[in-house]
């Protein structure tokens, strides 16, 4: 930090938005503009818009700057996610211009990257930090106009033509409306909403959205309805292509509030703002006076934060909570018209969301040997299902393999297909495939029979980009067909070479496993060699879904190690049971209480807390090691959503147990003898 204690801003990125930020910080009590990075330092009228600012070739020579605090991204959208990233690992401060990301995804990762570098990061709605803002959210709480109902905002302008050259029209450069200015309306929204409802901000129930896409594939004007929990309703618009009124109103129970394009407040360097409150005793106008530069609200807010040791903006600013929630409203928004950039499919994601090739031989994952498995695999398993685009589930997958996981749960069922296309297009794109253990699983109920298999798994295998999976698991039994025709439909497959490792049951009994085994070695058929059953440190007590199958209890255990019997275990940490979510006190989810709660569970969820304690861990991460420190092949199948989430698992890679620990999580401490 400086000796003036002022934070040297530094600024990626030169156009028109960028020269708005270096006025305010110009004009701001907290920071000072050290230097700009471009790509052509020659272009005329840099010096100029930039005064005192050294101009500096690329982007990385300002990140390896010592002179630079905080840098302040102005890139077209699609550089924001990789150039936040490079700036918070070389240890800068970073302002983000709106949207931060394209996705929630691709925010939530770089907030992940800002959290392990112990940085700032901030995203630039400059509206949120003025005082007329703060003036209007006052107006609410107040009740100036009752009970607040709905809610009409729009930013929308007209470009002189459909410029395809233009970023606004590019869908290279994510342009279009939404991603413009469409966040202004949905932030603003989300803010009053949560005004009437005491909170910071709120995020609706429902998104319904529609809009026109371009010749350029962008979109040029859309609308969208939110509905919040407290019934307030939300018409948010956006254009680029069609003028607007942009006048924000707010409609309650007792009149209505005006504001034209909220989002200048009093002026660009100051000036008066009018908050109209229309009610039955006619129109009152709010005035507020305020000479400060708008952005200049914003670069102090963030000097603040950072001089406090603060990670993100304090409210009104929008915080890390308050970014999410506004870019899931607008993910929703563009999934509803159909609204897919070129550039986050797979052809256009090359590499890692920092930017980079993807690496390999990571060692944080270590691997093992599964019998059957020609490939070392790693010690968990990686399930996906909930991604839905490309560019949102690569974060995720780049992670996990970089760390060292090759194992992936995949299956026919898992969101209709998409997440065997998903990964295909991953691999394929990240040239993995010889590198990866891909579990396939099929036949679920109500298509639980023989000829379901060979049929449903050319289907994945062509959703997976590949001619084989190296398991194969029927992720149902079907206990009115005898069991030989089921050995014989994925005898049938390893013949084929379509499966090429073990093959076997997911939600199988002992009985059902043991048959199969006996008829396939009567009979020369490849016998089944992996089950994937429910594991746990805390046993499931009745089924979460119709035809699971757990296998945590005494007998299964004894059963899996006399056997010594693959288990990749779903549900491994209790789906929540040893977090914060569960207590004897806490009854709110229907599926913790019904599937979980026993005081068997529950003392042995105290002793994980205990043991956690001790370790410095989590109770989940003990629940985790538990699994993994079976004496029998034991896999875990994790599902994280978030990269904090897999970094938060992998701790438990760091616990070792021995077989005292185990018994001692599961059953307590052995009853003291008596003397004599």
Same mark, same amino acid.
């Given at each position: ?47 100029? &818009? ?49 949207? *931060?990301?394209?996705? &929630? ?20 709605? *400059? ?91 962008? =979109? ?25 009124? !942009? ?52 670069? =102090? ?73 020609? $490939? ?5 398993? #990686? ?13 995720? #997958? ?10 992936? /749960? ?50 994945? #295998? ?7 999976? =190296? ?50 070695? $009567? ?10 059953? !429910?594991?746990? @440190? ?30 990749? &275990? ?11 979510? &569960? ?8 599926? @913790? ?7 068997? !569970? ?14 410095? $861990? ?28 897999? /970094? ?5 890679? =760091? ?22």
């Amino acid at each position: 930090m400086s000796t003036s204690n002022k934070i040297r801003w530094g600024i990626i990125g030169p156009g028109t938005i960028a020269k708005a930020f270096a006025g305010g910080v110009a004009h701001s009590r907290s920071g000072v503009l050290a230097a700009i990075a471009t790509r052509d330092p020659e272009k005329p009228g840099l010096a100029e &818009a930039f005064p005192g600012a050294r101009i500096l070739r690329g982007y990385d020579a300002l990140l390896d700057d010592p002179a630079v605090d905080a840098v302040y991204i102005a890139t077209p959208h699609p550089g924001h996610a990789e150039w936040a990233i490079k700036a918070l690992e070389a240890g800068k401060h970073v302002l983000v211009e709106k949207p *931060m990301g394209l996705t &929630a995804f691709e925010a939530d990762a770089m907030m992940h990257a800002a959290r392990k570098a112990g940085r700032f990061l901030g995203e630039a709605y *400059m509206y949120r930090l003025h005082p007329q803002t703060l003036k209007l959210v006052e107006l609410i709480k107040a009740g100036a106009i009752g009970e607040v109902r709905l809610i009409r905002s729009s930013f929308g302008y007209a470009m002189p033509s459909v410029m395809p050259e233009h970023r606004l029209y590019a869908n290279e450069l994510a342009g279009g409306g939404i991603l413009d200015v469409g966040g202004y309306p949905v932030s603003m929204a989300r803010l009053i909403a949560g005004a009437a409802a005491g909170k910071p901000f709120l995020d609706p129930e429902s998104v319904a959205g529609a809009g026109h896409l371009g010749a350029t594939g962008v =979109d040029e004007w859309a609308s969208a309805l939110l509905r919040f929990a407290n019934g307030i309703v939300a018409e948010v618009s956006c254009s680029i292509s069609l003028t607007q009124d !942009n006048v924000l109103r707010i409609f309650g129970t007792k009149g209505r509030i005006e504001v034209a394009d909220f989002w200048f407040a009093s002026g660009k360097q100051g000036g008066t703002g009018h908050i109209d409150v229309i009610t039955a005793d006619g129109r009152q106008v709010v005035e507020v006076r305020e000479q400060g530069w708008l952005y200049s609200f914003e670069v =102090d807010a963030a000097g603040d934060a950072i001089l406090a040791g603060g990670q993100e903006f304090v409210w009104p600013g929008m915080g890390w909570a308050d970014s999410l929630g506004n870019l899931r409203v607008m993910d929703r928004w563009r999934a509803a018209i159909g609204l897919e950039y070129g550039i986050e499919k797979a052809g256009g994601r090359p590499n890692t969301i920092s930017g980079r090739k993807l690496a390999r031989n990571g060692t944080r994952i270590p691997r093992r040997q599964i019998p059957g498995v020609t $490939k070392p695999s790693s010690v968990l398993a #990686l399930g996906f299902e909930d991604f839905r685009t490309f560019s949102s589930g690569a974060i995720l #997958l780049d992670a996990f393999f970089e760390a060292g996981g090759n194992l992936f /749960d995949t299956a026919f069922v898992y969101g209709g297909g998409y997440t065997e296309k998903l990964f295909g297009e991953w691999h394929r794109n990240r040239g993995t495939r010889a590198e990866s253990v891909i579990i396939g699983k099929g036949a679920h109920t109500p298509f639980c029979t023989p000829d379901a298999i060979g049929r449903q798994l050319t289907q994945s #295998l062509d959703r997976l980009q590949t001619d084989h999976v =190296d398991l194969y698991f029927m992720h149902r039994d079907n206990q009115e067909v005898p069991v030989g025709e089921f050995v014989d439909a994925m005898d049938a497959e390893v013949q084929a070479g379509r499966i090429r490792g073990p093959f076997g049951g997911s939600n199988w009994s002992r009985e059902r496993m043991a048959a199969a085994i006996d008829y396939a070695e $009567k009979n020369g058929r490849q016998a089944p060699g992996a089950l994937s059953n !429910n594991f746990s @440190l805390a046993e499931m007590l009745v089924p979460i879904w119709d035809g699971c199958v757990a296998s945590s209890d005494a007998a299964w255990r004894q059963w899996l190690i006399q056997r010594q019997m693959p288990n990749f &275990a779903w549900s491994s940490q209790g789906r929540g049971f040893f977090t914060e979510r &569960a207590g004897r006190d806490r009854l709110d989810s229907e599926e @913790l209480v019904r599937v979980w709660y026993s005081e068997d !569970n529950f003392a042995r969820r105290d002793r994980a807390i205990e043991l956690a304690g001790r370790l410095g $861990k989590s109770p989940i991460h003990v629940a985790l090691a538990y699994v993994l420190a079976q004496p029998f092949p034991s896999v875990p199948l994790i599902g994280p959503r978030t990269l904090a989430e897999l /970094d938060d698992s992998l701790r438990a890679l =760091d616990i070792t147990l021995s077989e005292a620990d185990l018994d001692w999580l599961v059953n307590g401490p052995a009853p003291q003898r008596k003397a004599g």
